[in-house]
């Protein structure tokens, strides 16, 4: 008996060799943008259930590398991964059901996915989230809890996270109103190019708040957010 599960658990770690050999190998093909390479390689790993496969599998038809783009068939394949409690393809999954892109728009059911991604820290699945219960769709509207799960995102560098959170710090809508702290996350926001925080870091330095005032730092930023077609920057350089 002991030979007959020894020789199995050395199967199985064969398998599971040449399974980490073909990901490699697919992710390798799927970084340098040969697809079809890439497209062989995952399709094999998701006929024996490898998650990570399949939810790359779900990417490709997501976005058409290498394959149409079908909503329906990346949702397939997103969903497959994600019950398996895949990150990726749960916070993925959510995005299609925000957006109504291969299933009917559902924000509950976004958010029931975007959770579940988000309680295993997927910073863009926590970003979600929070704007879920910012716009209180698909839940009721909690700027509290959308400060929590912006906090977590804008804490991993997700700059829509943290413009979103610098928001909530200038309104004091969740937290209570601090200029400097939204001058905070707007400036790391921005500093990654966000357009949003750069309009409203430039505002902050027009206004004097949370920072000296400073008309050729506002100038600084709304000329950056202006120059990505952001209207209101273009209308206070402007001015």
Request: glycine share 10%; proline share 3%.
């Amino acid at each position: 008996m002991r030979k007959i599960i020894l020789m199995i658990v050395l199967v199985m770690a064969g398998h599971s060799v040449v399974w980490a050999g073909e990901w490699e190998d697919g992710i390798a093909a799927f970084d340098r943008q040969d697809y079809k390479t890439a497209f062989e390689k995952f399709k094999k790993l998701t006929q024996r259930g490898f998650a990570p496969a399949q939810s790359h599998l779900g990417i490709m038809y997501d976005k058409g590398q290498g394959v149409p783009q079908d909503y329906a068939e990346a949702v397939k394949w997103y969903r497959l991964a994600a019950q398996q409690g895949d990150a990726l393809a749960q916070s993925n999954l959510g995005v299609k059901y925000d957006k109504g892109q291969g299933v009917p728009q559902d924000y509950a059911e976004a958010v029931k996915w975007y959770r579940l991604a988000a309680q295993q820290g997927d910073a863009l699945a926590q970003s979600n989230l929070g704007v879920k219960y910012d716009k209180g769709q698909g839940v009721p509207q909690d700027y509290a809890e959308a400060v929590k799960w912006y906090r977590l995102a804008a804490q991993q560098g997700d700059a829509l996270a943290q413009s979103n959170l610098g928001v909530k710090y200038d309104k004091g809508q969740g937290v209570p109103q601090d200029y400097a702290e939204a001058v905070k996350w707007y400036r790391l926001a921005a500093q990654q190019g966000d357009a949003l925080a750069q309009s409203n870091l430039g505002i902050k330095y027009d206004k004097g708040q949370g920072v000296p005032r400073d008309y050729a730092e506002a100038v600084k930023w709304y000329r950056l957010a202006a120059q990505q077609g952001d209207a209101l920057a273009q209308s206070n350089i402007g001015a």
